[in-house]
Structures are given as structure tokens and as C-alpha cells.
């Protein structure tokens, strides 16, 4: 954790020689807090390049969001983000947004091919995940749980050739699991409990037998299941 007391490097004293997004100005000045307390920071030549942010007193506009959208690492937990029905494009490797209550389609977000870790946990996303996610070939981990997300998966889901975990649990994906997830070679962990899947591809017991972690209990899978997955499934809403 950071809170710099020289904020973007030792030749520089004040918060106002450096580039200071308009989030911090405009919590200094809502608040009435000093910009140097606000959240944990990191700043490399003048530039913010890590920001992590939990505290509840907050509420973050439009604006203070899209100020920070190109830091590096970009961690806001647990901070009420009030955003309009716009578009918002993420540049940051390392994205974590949770529990922020934020309220906009899937498609309204979009997220840098640098993006390596992609957090939408506990908020209000609804929509069907765009199928631009899974072209970044550099994307490790995607967890969106708890959200609205609905719609079927994408087909090319396979495009993220480095993807290790895909938490997608407790939203409203329906329909099948398309048989491309199988082709996810990295692949170790995948959650997709309490959703409103029906029907799993037979190459999921290849998958069991690697040892990928599989969790899709609390579904509708109730027919045409491979032997495998009988045990793995678990409960399910079929009456």
C-alpha cells in the first residue's frame, strides 16, 4: 500500500505539479479531505499508475471514473459509482470494481487488450457478456459473479487462450455451455453455479480428468448429462 507524502516523485512537493486525475480533486474538494489520504497511490513519473480505494463515505461520479480508467492497477471496492448510460473503456492491466453498485449493460464497458485480471464482482452488470472480452489473449483471470448478467456464453469463448478463471456464478447465463470452452487449455478453475444453464458439452469430462475446478450446481441441467458430470453438477432445479 501507498500514500505517498511526495506524490509523483521526490522533485515534486505539491499534488498540484503533478497530473492529478479529477478524482482526487473533486473528493478533496466534496470531502474536504486532503488528495494525499484519499485511497492507497502509487505515481510514476507524474503518473498514477496504481490506485486502490475502500471507503464507503464516498460516491464517485461520471467523471471521477473515467479520470482513472488508464491506471495500471485499478482496485475501487466498495464505493458507490454513479455512471450514465454511456460508453467507458478500461485501460488498465489489472481491473478490480467491486461491490460498487454500478448499473450499466455489459456492452457500455469495454476493456484494453493489456487487461490481465478483470474483476465486476457484486455489482448491477446485466446484458450478455460481449464477445470482445474473450479476444484479449492476455486475460488471466474473469469473475463477474453476483450480478445480472444474462444470455447464452459466447462461442469464442476460446479466443482468451490464457485464460486460468472464469467465475461467472450467480447471474442469469442460459442455455448451453459451448463446447469451445473445452479448447481453453489454461484453463483451472470455472464457476458458473446458480445460473440458468440447461445443457454441458460431453468434452467437460476431459476437462474433470485435468483437474479443472468445475462448480455448476443450482442450474437446470436435468437432461442428456455425461457420465462424468453426474456427481459434479449436483443440485439442480429441475422441478
Partial sequence: MWNLKNPCNDNIKTYSE??????????????????????SQKWVDNNLIYFYLYDNRFILTN???????????????????????????????????????IDISMKNISFSEESMYISLDD????????????K???????SIEFNNIFGQLPQNINDAINLKSLILNNNKISGFIPESICDLKE??????????IFQIPDCICEMVKNGVEIELYGNIICSNIPNCAKNLI???ECF
Fill in 18 to 39: 503533478c497530473n492529478t486525475p479529477h478524482l482526487f480533486n473533486s473528493i478533496s474538494n466534496q470531502y474536504d479531505i486532503q488528495i494525499s489520504e484519499i485511497g
Fill in 63 to 101: 467523471d471521477d471514473f473515467k479520470s482513472v480508467l488508464d491506471t495500471e492497477f485499478l482496485f475501487l471496492d466498495g464505493i458507490n459509482v454513479n455512471l450514465k448510460d454511456t460508453l467507458y473503456s478500461v485501460n488498465s492491466k489489472y481491473v478490480l470494481l467491486r461491490q460498487n453498485n
Fill in 123 to 134: 455489482n448491477k452488470f446485466y446484458g450478455p457478456i460481449p464477445e470482445s472480452i474473450f
Fill in 136 to 142: 484479449n489473449k492476455n486475460l488471466i483471470n474473469l
Fill in 187 to 196: 484453463i483451472k478453475i470455472i464457476h458458473l453455479q446458480y445460473n440458468s
Fill in 234 to 236: 449436483g443440485f439442480q
